[in-house]
């Protein structure tokens, strides 16, 4: 069981930066791939970027290459989304998962644990 915390959400303005945070219970967080996905107003929860269990494999989607980063520190059990040049396309509720997948997953169904979320809104 892994229960997942996320923090760091907020309003900022276009162009601003933001590093949101997944604290992890559970002695095993470095044995699980590590999502992010993002759920806007009436829309689907989407992937944004995941981790491979030792960080050296990262997967993003491409509305977000270049601009955000995933990265983990499993002796702090916590997974990491530094979020730059923000849009206002970018608002939206951030949840982190967790998966027993090797591989990065960017299919929900993959994900077997999942944080309770995060506003992050970007005013234009």
């Known amino acids: 069981q892994v229960q997942l915390v996320e923090s760091g959400g907020g309003l900022v303005q276009a162009g601003d930066s933001l590093r949101l945070s997944c604290a992890a219970s559970g002695r095993t967080f470095s044995s699980y791939t590590m999502g992010w996905f993002r759920q806007a107003p009436g829309k689907e929860r989407d992937f944004v970027a995941g981790i491979s269990w030792s960080g050296g494999t990262t997967y993003y989607a491409d509305s977000v290459k270049g601009r955000f980063t995933v990265s983990r520190d499993n002796a702090k059990n916590t997974v990491y989304l530094q979020m730059n040049s923000l849009k206002p396309e970018d608002t939206a509720v951030y949840y982190c998962?967790?998966?027993?997948?090797?591989?990065?997953?960017?299919?929900?169904?993959?994900?077997?644990?999942w944080g309770q979320g995060t506003q992050v809104t970007v005013s234009s």
């Open positions: 998962a967790a998966s027993r997948l090797v591989i990065v997953p960017t299919r929900r169904v993959n994900y077997d644990y």
